[in-house]
């Protein structure tokens, strides 16, 4: 077996950002509708819904229409807001271009999907402080989102939610998958004699590297899944390298998912120890 594991430094990957589930019908969330209160001096005026007939392009085009106003963390520009000139949500991540009133600086805020697996996303009305930016929506730690109305804040919440729950779906697929692997990865343990690797898997996986040398990572990724797609278990290796390949991408989901497949097949592997220590890096990225 030709070994790639050391192809990408397992260092500590920095994630600049963060993810979600497909719900039939429109579920809001749970709670009350009004006066809950999340921070003090705010008040919540509304939560979300999965409005019928959402779908990728609809949630982009109502985030990419209504996000104008922003806070980072730490705040950059207290009291004002950052101006977002513009939104653009792509499948894993939202980018906004803004504009700094303080200094005239200029900058892109990168939120990825994994950043709003978990976190409530409710509308709040803030009470406190001055200004006519008074609806938003916060992440807390990572931005605050702002708007001038209810109507374009709802629009941005649904949106938001809409693309939580895709990406807790894709999550729980994947722990779906990871338990089916269990059973073909005791199967390939106990075996005597390994498979081989195909010269068909070779190619896939000598291309997958000149790939990941070049830092074209993404293409790389999908010729590793082609190799493994002809044969989930000759190549091990290829569950190790697919897991770095994606916290490179800046996907800490998909890195957990494959390391642990790695490690299902090669649980006394010298490198085992590294890998695990890596899931627990990723792990706290999502947190």
Partial sequence: MYSTRRLLKVGTCGFIFAALIGCAGSQPNPGPITQEILRPGYEVVYYPEIRTGANFDSAKKDLEDTTRYLHLYPNTCPPSALIVDKTTV??????????????????????????????KIVVE???????NIRHEINFPELVCLEFKTLASARLAADALLYLQHQERKAEAERE???????????????????????????????????????????????????????DSTSYPAAYFNLALLSAQE????????????????????????????????WELMLK
């Fill in 176 to 230: 779906n998958r990871l338990a089916v692997f269990e059973s073909t990865a005791a199967q390939y343990r106990a075996l005597a004699v390994k498979p081989a690797v195909s010269e068909e898997q070779r190619r896939f996986i000598v291309q997958a590297n000149a790939l990941a040398e070049q830092k074209n990572y993404g293409k790389a990724i999908e010729h590793y899944l082609k190799a493994i797609a002809l």
């Fill in 90 to 119: 792509y499948t894993d991540r939202l980018e906004m271009e803004w504009t700094n009133n303080c200094d005239g600086g200029t900058g892109v805020f990168i939120l990825p999907n994994y950043r709003i697996l978990n976190p």
């Fill in 250 to 281: 800046n996907k800490p989901l998909e890195a957990v998912f494959f390391m642990k497949q790695y490690l299902l097949l090669e649980p006394e592997a010298k490198d085992a120890r590294g890998a695990q220590d890596k899931i627990y890096e």
């Fill in 125 to 131: 009305y803030r009470k406190i402080l001055g200004g």
